[in-house]
Structure formats: C-alpha cells, structure tokens
C-alpha cells in the first residue's frame, strides 16, 4: 500500500522529516549570496519551528489544566521551559557574525522583521500578554490574522491557571477589573490572594505550586530572551531604526516589563514568613 510519503518504497530517515524539501527553503536575496545570510534565515526559521511546537504545548497545557490534570500540565509547561532556555543560546550564535558583514545584507531585508513573526504573538496571546494594537499589526496577512483572531478570542494560559484554581476552591477571579475598598487598601487583589495562598501552603497545595512555579518560568524565560536579543540587536546594529521600521533598541526596551502572569510575580512582594507559622491569613473567605 502507497504511504503517505508518496511512494511504495520503505520509509526512510529523509522521506519521513521531509529533508529535500526542508533544506530547499532557505533562499538567500543577496545576489551574490552574502555567506553570512544562510545563518540569518536558518536561524529564524530554527526559531519558527520551536515557536510551533512551543504553540502546541501551551495548547495541550490549557487542556490538560482544563481537565483538572496540573501534574500533566506542569510537566508539559516544563518542556516549554527546556525550549526556551535553546531559544535564549541560539541568539548568541548570530553574534559570530561581524556588523559589517550584516550591513551587507541588512537593506534587503527592508521592510520586513521579526515584528511580524506571527508564531512569537501567538505565543504572547496564547499566554495572556494580548494587544489590541498588536493583532491590529497583521490586519494585511490573512492567514496570520486569522491564527492570531483565534488567539486573541481564545481561553489563555493565565485564563486556564485561574479557573483551576477557582474550581479548586480558591476565590481568583476570571478578572481583576473591580478591586473592592478592601483589595484598593492592601493594593493587591483575589488573584494575588490566591497565589499567596499557594506560595505559603506549597506542601498541601503542591500541584498548584508546581504549575504556578513552571508558569513563572516560562515568563522568566521569555523575559530574558527578550534581553538577550536587545543586547544582541545593540551589538549589531546600535540604535539604528530596525527594519519594521520601529525606533530599533528603544522598542524593544519598552516591551522588557511585558509580564504574561503579573500576579506571580506581585505575589512575593506581599509574602511574608508569618504567613507560613500561624497559616495563611488570607485563606478565610
Ligand atoms: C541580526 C539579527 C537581528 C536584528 C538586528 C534584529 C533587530 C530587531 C529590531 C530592530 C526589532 C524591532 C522591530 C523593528 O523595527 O524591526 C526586532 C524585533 C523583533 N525581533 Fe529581531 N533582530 C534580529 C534577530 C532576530 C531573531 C533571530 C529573532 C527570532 C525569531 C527575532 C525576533 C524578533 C521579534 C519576535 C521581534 C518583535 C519583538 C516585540 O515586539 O516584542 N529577531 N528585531
């Protein structure tokens, strides 16, 4: 019977990964080709491909979370963790290139930039960092503005994380858009409340502490690649405007405060070791 492959011959290492084609779909603008520009495209496309498989763990974590299954949740978040801390070295690999040499073929690649890799927003939305303005961008790229609609509309990691928790009888709210008086005076709301109690009752709540500990992660992570890819951008090319035509570097710093999971993170502002002697005062409601 013909496999899927295309032919009746047995199943080799090339057929299967698609090897011709793969290696077929780096092409070089520069003519003729600047050496240096096959690692600038392998580079990316190595980074859309993580980014896909980085987009189907968040989405099997969403559904195992959905499922009430943290411990299966937290292991696959892991793997989303071990991905990026790849994704954070292999900036450094285009580091081996000198500035000159990427002033050679920087103009071809006017006006496009990884502004507009579609897979990096979906990732975003995907984990509750989502921006109006941002989807707004693909408003001409159809497929990408499809994709990134559905994102946009869709159940994120932060919505799944507290709605387990509200199922497992914590009060986080689906949002923090009305803090009472109570909440406006200690300056932090039910969401932060909720974390505080996991963070100080990690032993009986131990599989929300690891998800709410792997979820931390993969916004830690995220976070430093955004850093090392501004120092590298610096390195390259300064404050030039980038290629998508933004201020370059002066962007990209703004986007450095970005956090997928705000309430994490404001959580060990609050924290204090009386919490764990006397029990968690807040876990009466
Ligand atoms: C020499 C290499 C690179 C340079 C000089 C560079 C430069 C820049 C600049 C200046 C921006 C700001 C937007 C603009 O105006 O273009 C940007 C954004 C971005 N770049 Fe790079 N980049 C490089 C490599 C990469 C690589 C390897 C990736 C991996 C996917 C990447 C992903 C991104 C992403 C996702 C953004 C948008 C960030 C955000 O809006 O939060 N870049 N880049």
């Not at 006006?111 to 979906?122: D, N, T, V, Y």
């Not at 109006?132 to 499809?146: H, M, T, W």
């Not at 509200?166 to 932060?192: H, N, V």
């Not at 035509?245 to 994490?264: A, C």
């Amino acid at each position: 019977m013909p496999n899927t492959y295309g032919n009746n011959s047995p199943l080799s290492y090339n057929k299967y990964l698609r090897v011709k084609d793969l290696i077929g779909l780096q092409e070089c603008l520069s003519d003729p080709a600047h050496h240096d520009e096959l690692l600038f495209i392998t580079i990316h496309q190595a980074y859309e491909l993580w980014f896909k498989q980085i987009l189907h763990e968040l989405d099997a974590a969403i559904g195992l979370m959905n499922e009430d299954r943290l411990a299966a949740a937290a292991r696959t978040l892991r793997r989303v963790v071990e991905i990026e801390k790849l994704l954070i070295t292999q900036i450094h690999i285009l580091e081996t290139m000198t500035p000159i040499n990427f002033l050679g073929f920087r103009d071809q690649l006017n006006p496009a930039s990884g502004f507009q890799s579609m897979q990096f927003r979906e990732i975003e939305f995907a984990s509750g960092q989502k921006h109006q303005s941002l989807l707004n961008e693909f408003r001409d790229d159809e497929f990408a503005y499809g994709r990134l609609q559905k994102r946009f509309a869709a159940p994120s990691l932060a919505d799944a994380f507290f709605s387990v928790l509200r199922k497992r009888g914590f009060a986080a709210p689906a949002s923090e858009a009305s803090l009472d008086q109570e909440e406006l005076t200690r300056r932090f709301g039910k969401r932060t409340r909720a974390i505080l109690e996991v963070l100080t009752h990690f032993e009986e709540r131990y599989e929300e502490f690891q998800l709410a500990e792997v979820l931390l992660e993969h916004d830690e992570y995220f976070s430093l690649w955004r850093s090392h890819h501004i120092k590298m951008v610096e390195r390259m090319v300064g404050t030039k405007r980038g290629t998508g035509g933004s201020e370059g570097v002066g962007y990209l710093r703004t986007t450095l405060e970005k956090k997928f999971f705000p309430e994490l993170w404001e959580a060990r502002t609050y924290l204090d070791t009386k919490h764990g002697e006397g029990g968690c005062p807040f876990a009466k409601e």
